[in-house]
């Protein structure tokens, strides 16, 4: 069974920078792509960023290219969100994921087994 624990949501003012981090347990970390989620009342969750096992290489969503950069650390079984010159429509609960063994379209939502509990990110403006 695999557990993610998201951190470091919160209210923050628009143009402010805030760090989500995700730790992971439960398999092996280094064997899997991880994302992160977001999902605005009424809306359908969407994918924000992900990376794929090794680290090299990430996706994020058109919205956030330029602001948010995700990384990994296998060795600590963390993966972090850096969200820099966030809008208020950046506001949302915040999702981190985990996708099949070596999964090559860890840019689709269909291939994420495992959900943390989500984080709230508020940003006014």
């Known amino acids: 069974q695999v557990q993610l624990v998201e951190s470091g949501g919160g209210l923050v003012q628009a143009g402010d920078s805030l760090t989500l981090s995700c730790a992971a347990s439960?398999?092996?970390?280094?064997?899997?792509?991880m994302g992160w989620f977001r999902q605005s009342p009424g809306l359908l969750r969407e994918i924000v960023a992900a990376i794929d096992w090794t680290g090299s290489n990430t996706h994020y969503a058109d919205s956030v290219k330029g602001r948010f950069t995700i990384s990994r650390d296998n060795a600590k079984n963390t993966v972090t969100l850096q969200m820099n010159s966030l809008k208020p429509e950046d506001t949302a609960v915040y999702y981190c994921?985990?996708?099949?063994?070596?999964?090559?379209?860890?840019?689709?939502?269909?291939?994420?087994?495992?959900w943390g509990q989500g984080t709230q990110v508020s940003v006014s403006s």
């Open positions: 994921a985990a996708a099949c063994k070596y999964c090559t379209g860890y840019y689709s939502p269909y291939v994420y087994d495992y």
């Open positions: 439960g398999r092996t970390f280094s064997e899997y792509p």
